[in-house]
């Protein structure tokens, strides 16, 4: 048994009980070939929800659909705007998903490179999306980047340097600062610790785990590594050939998978 | 008293997929209940399921069959077939869980392990923080530990940060999976008096306890699992 992330405060009966978003029979094709199939679910306000399953599996192909950067062959996201009325991402215009993408959407690439400017200060990368939203105020604009650089645990001295000067774990921590930095209800995140060293994992890990829980931040998080989706999901969906095999409480799905493909995941897992 | 836990012919069945699809039936027709001020401890050899029973009324295994109800107010909710968005409702106010083992979290201090469930109440950080250090110098924590993350701490230790962390709450419904396990005479003591203190104060209790002269101090019945042995 572990420590279980708790569940986000709410459920009760008002807005909240209200996705924030909805996913309908989400299909992916790439020619005759299947990227995801028929996916369904619903996330609620505060909630982390983990796409796990092996490469090629078809879980950067649905986040890609949910996130609107991919028009799905079939299928439809529904997510409730800030005035409360649900929309259908792919029928909004694309300066509108744009928008929503700079404001109320935080997405955090495996890779900082793609969610990075490399050649823009550390200050820069995050003033920007407050700029974007309007933020003019050089001074506001500066003391907020200040204050998320510090949240991400990135020395303030570091604010006029360049990303491509920092570490893999320092630009990690970067783009979650430029992400988080609008306050989005929502974020994105594609492999968001692999590919750094573990004790450096552990602790963006930690930190992503501390944030979402302060800031009542939803997320959908796909990782290939269980270990992940334990420390910071509520709830899991297992991929398998495009498909969702099995969904469920994070802690149930791991400690008593039903279908053959997850008791194999789980089972496949070395335990240090 | 009023019930707050009801158990009606749960059952369970593992399948071994991995191996040829083997089932492991565990359970069948567990009836139990548990009302506020009770503490019920399970009883029976190892393997019988009663670690099994515990986790699916916290929802992390599965029922198969049957109800697993708690009163939640006016309301009556079924575990075994709650969506996961209400299990986890149910974690957050009604039902704490301590278990033997704490799968600790990197670098969280082990004060802030213990006053998490009081934060994501609502609870102010310096409060919650006073009542986990309360429960921590209570438990026999040195102080010097409090401030780092128990992932190196002796078992023990490990287990009093487990507890504190179960025991800080006031959740209506404690389940307890030998919380005492791997302490010493003194601190055994103190779980009990813990114990005491919130079956008094009208929690719904059900635990496994090896140790029997815990058991015959803090359980107001007992219940024999082997009852629920499938034939």
């Known amino acids: 048994m572990q420590a279980p992330i708790q569940s986000p405060t709410q459920a009760t009966e008002n807005d909240d009980d209200l996705p924030l978003l909805r996913a309908s029979g989400v299909t992916q094709f790439y020619g005759n070939r299947v990227g995801c199939r028929d996916v369904s679910f619903e996330l609620w306000p505060g909630e982390v929800l983990a796409i796990v399953g092996e490469s090629g599996s078809g879980k950067s192909t649905l986040l890609n659909c949910l996130s609107g950067r991919l028009i799905p062959t079939a299928g439809v996201v529904e997510y409730r705007m800030r005035d409360g009325h649900a929309r259908n991402v792919f029928s909004l215009s694309e300066a509108e998903r744009r928008f929503l993408a700079r404001t109320d959407w935080g997405f955090v690439h495996q890779d900082a490179r793609d969610g990075l400017r490399m050649t823009v200060s550390a200050g820069g990368n995050v003033g920007e999306r407050l700029m974007a939203v309007g933020a003019r105020n050089y001074g506001d604009i500066r003391g907020q980047a200040r204050d998320w650089l510090g949240r991400v645990e990135i020395d303030s001295d570091r604010i006029d340097d360049r990303p491509d000067t920092f570490s893999g774990g320092m630009r990690q921590r970067l783009q979650i600062a430029r992400n988080l930095v609008t306050g989005p209800r929502l974020v994105f995140m594609d492999e968001p610790t692999s590919g750094l060293d573990v004790s450096v994992q552990a602790r963006l890990l930690d930190l992503l785990r501390g944030l979402v829980a302060d800031l009542g931040l939803a997320a959908i998080l796909v990782t290939h590594d269980l270990a992940v989706a334990r420390m910071i999901s509520h709830r899991l969906m297992v991929m398998r050939a495009g498909e969702v095999i099995e969904s469920g409480l994070t802690d149930q799905v791991l400690d008593d998978p039903q279908s053959p493909y997850a008791q194999l995941l789980v089972a496949s897992v070395l335990q240090p | ?231």
């Open chain 2, 1 to 231: 008293m009023t019930m707050r836990l009801c158990l009606s012919g749960v059952g369970k069945t593992f399948t071994m997929h991995l191996r040829d699809g083997i089932e492991l039936p565990v359970l069948r027709n567990v009836e139990l209940a548990v009302s506020e001020g009770e503490c019920v401890v399970l009883t029976g050899p190892s393997g019988a399921g009663k670690s099994t029973i515990l986790r699916m009324i916290y929802g992390n295994y599965l029922a198969d069959e049957g109800q697993i109800l708690v009163v939640d107010g006016e309301k009556i909710v079924d575990v075994a077939a709650a969506p996961p968005r209400r299990v986890l409702d149910l974690r957050h106010r009604m039902i704490a869980y301590v278990s033997q083992f704490l799968r600790a979290v990197p670098r969280v201090a082990a004060i802030d392990v213990v006053a998490e469930p009081l934060r994501l109440r609502g609870i102010l950080p310096e409060i919650a923080r006073n009542r986990a250090a309360a429960l921590l110098e209570r438990l026999n924590l040195p102080e010097r530990l409090w401030s780092l993350p128990p992932a190196t701490f002796s078992g023990g230790e490990q287990q009093r940060v487990n507890i504190a962390r179960g025991f800080v709450t006031d959740h209506p419904i404690l389940i307890l999976d030998e919380p005492t396990a791997s302490l010493d005479a003194t601190n055994r003591d103190i779980i009990a008096e813990l114990i005491e203190e919130r079956r008094e104060s009208g929690a719904a209790m059900l635990g496994i306890f090896h140790d029997a002269a815990l058991r015959r101090r803090v359980a107001t019945r007992a219940v024999d699992v082997g009852a629920f042995a499938p034939a």
